[in-house]
């Protein structure tokens, strides 16, 4: 069975990105694959300060908005990243195998240290290496992402490359970057060319999972639109940013595709579209909002899960970590 590891980043509630982009690509993934899944605590902290509290309230958080999705604790390994230690150990060696060169190519760094280069943090610099970590560190191939992390999974196989002709073995796999569904890039509700990010600072232009159904009605009257009626065909999408994306939205909640939705609605005016798209999300994300309240309700029994998820984890990635320390030259403890 082929390995499969994916991470989400506790840095807010998740979003419909995070969501149709990567967790519910996820939950199929758990019938035929071994999968691993991690809340990316230590990558939580490169962007931003995170007040230590409200970071622990959002890995737990984090961790019951994906059991409430499908991610299921009995049939994949759920856990957090800090709490396996391997896999600061083996960013810390990536490190050293990635080259400045190939991080300032990096355009997420690019664009979400902005214009203030000198003064982010340089975990944000090197996040693309520890992301190598998580995923080599348990030998995984297979990477279901947004297509966000596209860059980084190609920079992942040039440090598995790497890594191998410097100590002469053939010890780490390519992997291969999943990215799938027709909301593979789902963009910022108040501009079509900006991704949609739990960390932008407009809680508008993002439909956050806990939304009641106010908000979302409220968000997807206010999304930006353009005045031309929907188009019959997805060509007519070109140019439409804004169009292209609530199509899309749709499409993906609802199971088609865009050309499904526009012979459905092509013609209409965004006002009755808008409602439709309403009605779609709020009763799609309505479950899975009454399952993350349960959960919550109980941190203990999530601590636990969440415990023997990363004592599953550890389990695998530990021998692993001290094989590469092995082949790097480190004298092992006695
Ligand atoms: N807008 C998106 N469309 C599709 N997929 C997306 N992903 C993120 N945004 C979108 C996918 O979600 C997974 C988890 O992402 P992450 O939390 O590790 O980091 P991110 O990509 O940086 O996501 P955000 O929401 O933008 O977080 P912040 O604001 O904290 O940086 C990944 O598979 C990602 O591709």
């Given at each position: 069975?082929?390995?499969?590891?994916?991470?989400?980043?506790?840095?807010?509630?998740?979003?419909?990105?995070?969501?149709?982009?990567?967790?519910?690509?996820?939950?199929?993934?758990?019938?035929?694959?071994?999968?691993?899944?991690?809340?990316?605590d230590l990558h939580a902290i490169t962007a931003v300060f995170q007040e230590p509290e409200v970071l622990r309230r959002q890995t737990r958080e984090m961790a019951a908005a994906l059991i409430a999705c499908g991610i299921d604790p009995d049939r994949c390994t759920l856990f957090v990243q800090s709490h396996v230690h391997a896999h600061h150990r083996l960013a810390w060696i990536f490190n050293n195998v990635v080259r400045m060169g190939w991080l300032n190519r990096m355009t997420q760094f690019k664009d979400k240290a902005g214009k203030d280069r000198e003064n982010v943090s340089a975990g944000l610099f090197i996040y693309p290496a520890l992301m190598a970590a998580d995923i080599l560190v348990y030998k995984a191939t297979k990477v279901p992402v947004g297509d966000d992390q596209k860059q980084h999974l190609e920079l992942t196989n040039d440090i598995a490359q790497k890594f191998n002709h410097?100590?002469?073995?053939?010890?780490?796999?390519?992997?291969?970057?999943?990215?799938?569904?027709?909301?593979?890039?789902?963009?910022?509700?108040?501009?079509?060319?900006?991704?949609?990010?739990?960390?932008?600072?407009?809680?508008?232009?993002?439909?956050?999972?806990?939304?009641?159904?106010?908000?979302?009605?409220?968000?997807?009257?206010?999304?930006?639109?353009?005045?031309?009626?929907?188009?019959?065909?997805?060509?007519?999408?070109?140019?439409?940013?804004?169009?292209?994306n609530l199509v899309g939205i749709l499409a993906a909640i609802t199971g088609t595709t865009p050309e499904g939705v526009l012979r459905e609605h092509g013609g209409q005016g965004f006002g009755s579209f808008k409602g439709v798209l309403t009605d779609a999300l709020v009763s799609h994300l309505e479950p899975i909002q009454k399952r993350m309240q349960h959960l919550l309700t109980d941190p203990n029994a999530l601590d636990l899960l969440l415990r023997k998820g990363a004592d599953r984890a550890s389990s695998i990635a530990d021998p692993i970590a001290d094989e590469v320390e092995r082949m790097v030259g480190f004298l092992p403890r006695r």
């Open positions: 069975m082929q390995r499969v590891l994916s991470g989400i980043q506790p840095s807010g509630i998740p979003t419909l990105g995070n969501y149709l982009g990567a967790i519910r690509n996820w939950v199929p993934m758990q019938d035929d694959h071994e999968c691993l899944f991690c809340v990316v410097d100590y002469g073995v053939d010890y780490f796999p390519q992997v291969e970057a999943l990215i799938q569904g027709v909301a593979a890039r789902v963009m910022s509700l108040r501009d079509g060319t900006k991704k949609m990010s739990k960390s932008d600072p407009s809680d508008q232009s993002r439909i956050n999972l806990t939304d009641d159904a106010d908000t979302i009605a409220n968000k997807i009257k206010r999304a930006k639109t353009d005045p031309e009626p929907l188009p019959e065909h997805v060509s007519g999408l070109e140019g439409r940013p804004e169009a292209r």
